[in-house]
């Protein structure tokens, strides 16, 4: 079972930028697609970005511009860049493979704290 363990995250100034890091051990990190979710405060988890297994990437609305997801091979680990920061952006961050289906749906990390003040 794939095990995650995000990082990066903290209280930045609107406009500003952070570099998050997903550490990925287990099975999984070169076979499937990988995602960032977040999950702001009272709403659902929504996901915000997609890398594919051939390297093409999707990024909803609001973040396109904005954000770069990638991987470090080396590393075993998922980035998401972060740019142009807005108050919107706040939210626990995850990452998990996607779609988060079946051991994916159990593997969740604990998230990192971004928080983003006008």
């Known amino acids: 079972q794939v095990q995650l363990v995000e990082s990066g995250g903290g209280l930045v100034q609107a406009g500003g930028s952070l570099r998050l890091s997903c550490a990925v051990s287990g099975s999984g990190f070169s076979r499937n697609a990988m995602g960032w979710y977040r999950q702001a405060p009272g709403k659902q988890r929504e996901l915000v970005a997609v890398?594919?297994?051939?390297?093409?990437?999707d990024y909803v609305d609001a973040v396109k511009g904005r954000f770069t997801i990638s991987k470090d091979y080396a590393k075993n680990t998922v980035l998401l860049q972060m740019n142009s920061l807005k108050p919107e952006d706040t939210g626990v961050y995850y990452c998990?493979?996607?779609?988060?289906?079946?051991?994916?749906?159990?593997?969740w990390g604990q998230g990192t704290q971004v928080t983003v003040s006008l």
């Open positions: 998990n493979q996607f779609p988060a289906v079946g051991s994916a749906a159990r593997s």
């Open positions: 890398l594919t297994t051939g390297g093409s990437t």
